[in-house]
């Protein structure tokens, strides 16, 4: 599975942006995809993910994203998107979408549930 990322840029405080990940080699739907950032200088957490078909699509959401950030899914497009809003300068980083093969009732937010990776886009929240 291929994964490519889109949509980061500079962003001043309580902006939005949405993130896109253009996802190929195989129907996106048998997937669970998570979205994750790694701030400068520390570990790469996860943020939010969608499951696949098998999880009825259900979302899961890192407390710094619940009620800011939105996952969702466009099957037809093979895209799966993040919506950001309301954003701090502790969300600038590097976001990358990866992609869990496994097939579970929900997804995790547990980065070794992860096997395909995409390459990053840069967010930057700065004044």
Not at 74 to 91: G, P, R, Y
């Amino acid at each position: 599975l291929q994964l490519v990322e889109s949509g980061g840029d500079l962003v001043q405080p309580g902006g939005s942006l949405r993130l896109s990940c253009l996802v190929s080699g195989d129907s996106l739907r048998y997937y669970g995809i998570g979205w994750f950032r790694q701030a400068p200088g520390k570990e790469r957490e996860a943020i939010a993910c969608i499951s696949s078909i098998y999880g009825n699509s259900q979302t899961n959401y890192a407390e710094s994203a619940k009620g800011r950030f939105t996952i969702s899914r466009d099957i037809a497009k093979k895209m799966v998107l993040l919506q950001m809003n309301s954003l701090t300068l502790e969300d600038t980083g590097a976001y990358y979408c990866a992609a869990d093969p496994v097939v579970r009732g929900s997804c995790r937010l547990y980065n070794n549930d992860y096997e395909d990776w995409g390459q990053g886009t840069q967010v930057t929240v700065s004044a």
